[in-house]
């Protein structure tokens, strides 16, 4: 199992931007995938980001054009840039990793970081 350290977040006004890390350490399993989650009050959780171990990503189409995600193989990092922010994108984000052991896969969760996106 992989712990996950989750950073940035905060309070930003509309059009603003806003980078989030991730970072993973306590695991030598494979990464097949970095994803952020993120969760608003009263709605269930949903995908916004995805980034492969072949760094191939996808995206939530709310967010397509003003997010990106990226990672660092080196820091074991994933970040997720965030510009042209909008108030739908209040929530608290999450940072998951799925990693591969010898006997299966396994999934990791950070301890999400809130996103305020005032109006």
């Known amino acids: 199992q992989m712990q996950l350290v989750e950073s940035g977040g905060g309070l930003v006004q509309a059009g603003g931007s806003m980078r989030l890390s991730c970072a993973a350490s306590?695991?030598?399993?494979?990464?097949?995938?970095m994803t952020w989650y993120r969760q608003a009050p009263g709605k269930q959780r949903e995908l916004v980001a995805r980034?492969?171990?072949?760094?191939?990503?996808n995206y939530a189409d709310s967010v397509k054009g003003r997010f990106t995600i990226s990672r660092d193989n080196a820091k074991s990092t994933v970040y997720l840039q965030m510009n042209n922010l909008k108030p739908e994108d209040t929530a608290v984000y999450y940072c998951?990793?799925?990693?591969?052991?010898?006997?299966?896969?396994?999934?990791?969760w950070g301890q999400g970081t809130q996103v305020t996106v005032s109006s």
């Open positions: 998951n990793v799925v990693v591969s052991y010898w006997y299966g896969s396994r999934t990791s």
């Open positions: 980034i492969t171990n072949g760094d191939s990503t």
């Open positions: 306590g695991s030598i399993g494979s990464i097949n995938a």
